[in-house]
């Protein structure tokens, strides 16, 4: 890659200051730092406003310059040391804010590239309507859950049978799209064993909200043993969640016919003339 090329020896310099470990703790480390710097550097404009605001309140006194000591159009006040404090200000923002990216993007950088292979367990994941396929090495099959060994890096190669999915477990902070035709990839760590959810996040159908997967983390001698013992066997293991098949309602309609009927009245005019002799 051109990045690790370019940052190899920047990465390997600052190996200390990135922070390495699970996607939880380097996207955690990467919120606290934000978190910390916007409240530090809030707290000090607000309160550098609030002592001015006091300082040139109405009736203090001070702030009046005399037209002799005012500067012109394009010169700079006298009483700012020439300018000193407007240009150290500026060169320690420059130095933080660069500081900050860079740090960010070594970050970010780690996260991208993942363990290596020879340290992570590789899992193929196939999406569908409206499941989770999970490939293991020995080519051992199961829909619906995922096993994984504690304290391992998963890789994971996703991509799709039908349309566009996206796999993402929200606790182990990973998100990545699965797209028919195409593979990506993606990787992630689990601390402690525990039993967690992954879903859709690409809305895919009409059984979309109920696309999911039980993911169960393991500890290694139990997850070793388990792998041992499914032989390259293909096997469909359900969730706790159901699906719901939309059935369509007929309604009739029913019309009720008044059969009675209503005597009519005829009148009959009668016209009588009177003939006089």
Avoid at 40 to 61: D, E, I, P, Q, T
Avoid at 225 to 253: D, I, K, L, M, P
Wanted: charged share 15%; proline share 4%.
């Amino acid at each position: 890659m051109v990045m690790e090329h370019v940052f190899g020896s920047s990465l390997s310099l600052q190996s200390g200051l990135v922070p390495r470990g699970t996607r939880a703790v380097v996207f955690d480390s990467i919120f606290e730092v934000f978190l910390l710097l916007g409240t530090l550097v809030g707290v000090v404009v607000v309160g550098y406003m609030l002592y001015n605001a006091y300082k040139y309140r109405f009736g203090s006194g001070n702030g009046t310059v005399d037209d002799e000591r005012r500067p012109s159009l394009g010169e700079l006040p006298s009483g700012g040391g020439g300018g000193r404090k407007l240009f150290t200000s500026f060169f320690m923002s420059m130095i933080i804010v660069i500081s900050l990216i860079s740090w960010t993007y070594l970050t970010l950088l780690y996260v991208e590239e993942g363990p290596s292979a020879e340290e992570s367990l590789d899992v193929e994941v196939e999406g569908y309507q409206f499941g989770w396929r999970f490939t293991y090495p020995n080519g051992h099959t199961t829909d619906g859950v995922l096993r994984v060994p504690a304290d391992t890096p998963i890789r994971l190669t996703l991509t799709s049978a039908d349309v566009f999915h996206n796999f993402g477990i929200t606790e182990l902070r990973v998100k990545s799209d699965a797209i028919p035709g195409q593979e990506t990839e993606t990787w992630f760590t689990a601390d402690e064993p525990g039993t967690y959810t992954a879903e859709c996040y690409e809305l895919c159908g009409a059984g979309h909200s109920y696309m999911s997967a039980e993911v169960i983390v393991m500890p290694p001698d139990e997850y070793q043993e388990w792998y041992e013992s499914t032989n390259g066997s293909q096997s469909v293991e359900s969730t706790n969640s159901t699906q719901s098949s939309g059935s369509a309602n007929s309604t009739q309609s029913v019309e009720n016919t008044d059969n009675s009927t209503q005597p009519a009245e005829s009148t009959t005019n009668i016209r009588v003339s009177t003939v006089s002799s």
